[in-house]
């Protein structure tokens, strides 16, 4: 197809629900992504965190190959392999509990918000935060504490109430009778990449345990190796009662996780919930594959070291240019925040071959690969530092 096809099938056949950038890929490897016109781009936001091993590993590609070979599909109500041997390579890595799969963030979210309602035997209100985004079905719309993704789909379910981050006053005020759980990210992505504070984590863990709720962690971007250690509640010294995974978990597959504490993981039983895809062979064999190859290249400990390297260069930018107000993240997830909208700076770095995304209007975010090298960052920065160079 030529380009104009292309973009001329996109807006006949394809609903518009999606801010599209003008760019056709048709290839990648590593943290490399080639357009329709062979020109190469280096992926600082590979699949919006999907991408933690890059684009087209090859032992993720091998995974797959070899699955497709045997089986493809069969439904959860079989016994299969490769499902049997990821459940329990995510409990060994993560704390003692069970999983349930489906298919993406917002399910597994929406599968924890289900279960938490299960567990509170009418307790029903689940504490959230401003600037949180847990997914675009209306349940995790409701808990999404940003009006914007909200708007024009009310009525949305209620039992949300939506509190100051890394405020614990604010949260030990909004609980009633009626509070079954607490959801965060322990760094909001889409709301800006803010931090959640060790003190207000562990006041959380504490407050939780004093008043009998489930404290769930959304994982779904943080997860799998991102901040530099597997999951992201392992910096904070807590463990939660539920963990959501999904986005990096099978390296560009569609998987979503929920992961319960074992003591009351049994509380949904058959028939009360369900994800037909769930977990399916070909999914799982790629996820075992990304926890293998995770720990057979020591991707974690090069993540913190190029982590590092990255926002000791970010700090540099910091200082050189005015308009960036701060720098922020973990391991290698990476907010710039500007004193001016985004997307200018953003279509820039398109321009000279840099992919990176904004949020929240005035957020740069970088997310690249845990495979990334000094070379790559360096080129990264290069670029960056012209973009705001010729944008003061």
Known sequence: MRKE???????????????KTPLIFVKGKGSRLWDIHHRCYLDFFPGWGVGNLGHCHPKIMAAARDQISKLIFVPNNYYQIPQAKLAREIIYWSYPGKVFFCNSGAEANEAAIKFSRKFGRGRYEIIVFVN?????????LAATGQEKYREGFAPLPEGFKIVSFNDLQAVKDAITDKTVAIMLELIQGEGGVNVAERDFVQGL??????????????????GIGRTGKLFCYQHY?????????????AGGFPLGVMVVRKEFADILGPGMHASTFGGGPVICKVALAVFKTIQQEKLLTHCQRMGEYLFKHLNIL?????MIKDVRGMGLMAGIELDREAKTIVQKCFDKGLLINCTHDRVLRLMPALNITKQEIDKAIEILDEVLRDST
């Open 132 to 140: 949180s985004f847990h997914g675009r079905t209306l349940a995790t």
């Open 205 to 222: 863990r504490k407050l939780c345990d004093e008043m009998n709720l489930l404290l769930i962690v959304d994982e779904v971007q943080t």
């Open 5 to 19: 096809d292309i973009f001329s099938a996109y807006k006949d056949y394809i609903m518009p629900t999606y801010s």
């Open 318 to 322: 910091r200082k050189k240019y005015a």
């Open 237 to 249: 010294g807590i463990t939660p009662d539920i963990m959501t995974l999904a986005k990096a978990i």
